[in-house]
Structures are given as C-alpha cells and as structure tokens.
C-alpha cells in the first residue's frame, strides 16, 4: 500500500483561513469512527479577513483539514473509503462561499521499525 502527505500549498499566500473553527469542533471527533456525531451540526464558518479577499483552495490545511469537492472527487478514486463532513465557508464582504469537506483520514502507523 502506498501512502502520501497531503500539505496546503505555501506558496497560496492570500489562502482563506476559517475562523472559529478550532474552538467549536472537538479534535476527538475528526476520526472516521466519530465523524458522524457532527451530522446534526450546522458547520458553517466564516474566514478570516484579508486585505483583498483571501482564496478559496482546494486544501485548507489549519485549524483541521478541509477538502474542496474537487479535491474529494479526485481523492475518493485512490481512497475509496476516505470519510469527511459537509462544511461552508463564507467570505461575507464579499459575498461568496464555497463548501467543503471536514477531513476525518485514518490514523495509519506506517513508521518503519527501522526509522531513526
């Protein structure tokens, strides 16, 4: 089986950033096993301010992973059995926003015993 990391892409300097996020979901519910407690919340955030307008990106690495539905569509074909809750984030000045997908991957122990 092979594995990767995902990361936000840095060079995306003006990258939206959900607000509020990290203080209403518990960490202990991003797991595949618990990410259905989360089906009755309204997960709706907005972002962080920015001179500008920030962006909308596939990845959103922080406070928790978020995948667009682009991005889900294309991960779903190499990781069929990836789970994630349905979010929106608005950007209000400017009156857009974008759905989004909570990510909850499998934690994998895939650290060789020959790691040093």
């Known amino acids: 089986m092979s594995y990767f990391i995902l990361s936000q892409d840095e060079r995306v300097t003006k990258a939206i950033e959900p ?18 407690e989360l089906d009755d919340w309204l997960l709706h955030f907005s972002v962080k301010e920015q001179p500008g307008g920030g962006e909308f990106v596939d990845y959103v690495e922080r406070p928790y992973p978020l995948w667009s539905e682009k991005l889900k569509q294309h991960l779903l074909k190499c990781c069929p059995g990836l789970k994630g ?5 608005t950007d209000m ?20 015993a020959q790691t040093e």
């Open 19 to 36: 607000a509020g996020m990290a203080g209403l979901i518990p960490k202990e519910l991003l797991t595949p096993e618990r990410i259905r």
């Open 85 to 89: 809750q349905p979010v929106v984030l």
């Open 93 to 112: 000045p400017r009156l857009r926003q974008q759905s989004y997908f909570l990510a909850a991957p499998p934690v994998v122990d895939c650290v060789s």
